[in-house]
């Protein structure tokens, strides 16, 4: 953000920009003020402190619209898995909606294989709840440590061919 | 108690159904549909060690099958189905089918698929303290 303010600031149009405030204020000034006129320090620290308090509100302001207009990432890393109830928990994010059918990649080695299948099972506040359906068998046990997760990919997207492999399962387990 | 909880489980009447403490005082209605949950463990970022929120714990779908002034009873509604089986039937050759068979066609085999039973599924080890969510 600060990056972005910065290359916009100290660049040729941000500097042409600059120099016309400055011109057209000060010539407002002078039209109202008698610049001779001496003032007090007090008032001109007021002055600097109000202007610094603005910028600051104004930046953070600008800050949280520029967050908030970021697209949410297609994907999530779950960050926990709960044997009890077989669910992996992720951030709450917005493309994933409630009963869709997600995929659970693992990522190994620069691969990028399907491991498990699942639905998004309950939406919280901040977390959602991603209970598995199908396990395509592609890891040896389900990963429940913080290093094996940040190797689980979850995206609201399923290829076609695994989704028909997993109606022909349920369609046979009834 | 937190708005997104709709109420409470005061008593688990069987592993089908539960009483909760809204009824008619709360515009409870007879088939309006609930998710049961249960409170588990506080989930911590591990990135940031923030804390996150509670797990709610899935018990399953409910509906409300009786209403009374200040408490409901809610019935699962979640339907789970049996496994399809397969059944082959062989047919003897009679005398008729004797004869046929002496030009290579014998005995008729039938294969039969009996659906498997529906059944109401049973929820996921209800407490009391358990909440219910609107769906």
């Known amino acids: 953000m600060l990056k972005k303010i910065g290359s916009g600031v100290f660049s040729l149009s941000g500097a042409a920009i600059l120099i016309g405030v400055i011109g057209g204020i000060s010539s407002v000034v002078t039209i109202f003020m008698n610049t001779s006129e001496q003032v007090s320090v007090k008032w001109v620290l007021l002055s600097v402190i109000l202007a610094v308090y603005m910028i600051i509100i104004l930046l953070k302001i600008a800050h949280d619209a520029v967050d908030a207009g970021k697209p949410l990432p297609a994907f999530e890393r779950p960050f926990k898995f709960v044997p009890d109830v077989g669910v992996f928990v992720i951030h709450k994010n917005e493309n994933f909606v409630m009963n869709t059918i997600v995929g659970c990649y693992s990522q190994e080695d620069g691969i990028d294989r399907l491991a498990y299948i699942g639905t998004v099972l309950l939406i919280q506040s901040q977390l959602i709840q991603i209970k598995i359906l199908a396990d395509l068998e592609v890891l040896k046990s389900i990963p429940v440590g913080p290093d094996e997760l940040k190797l689980i990919e979850i995206r609201p997207v399923v290829p076609l061919e695994s989704l028909q492999r997993l109606i022909r399962q349920e369609h046979e387990n009834g | ?135």
Request: glycine share 8%.
């Open chain 2, 1 to 135: 108690m937190v708005d997104r909880y709709f109420g409470k489980v005061v008593r688990v009447s069987d592993e089908y159904s539960v009483v909760v403490n809204v009824g008619d005082n709360h515009n409870v209605k007879l088939g309006q549909r609930f998710l049961l949950i249960g409170i588990g463990e506080t989930i911590m970022d591990p990135d940031t060690g923030e804390t996150l929120e509670q797990l709610e714990i899935v018990r399953g779908k409910v509906s409300v099958t009786h209403v009374q002034e200040k408490i409901s009873t809610l019935t699962s509604c979640e339907v789970e189905r049996d496994r399809d089986t397969k059944e082959t039937r062989r047919q003897s050759p009679n005398t008729l089918t004797a004869l046929t068979k002496m030009f290579g066609d014998g005995e008729s085999v039938t294969e039969v698929t009996k659906l498997g039973v529906e059944r109401i599924k049973p929820l996921s080890n209800p407490q009391p303290g358990d909440f219910i969510i609107k769906l």
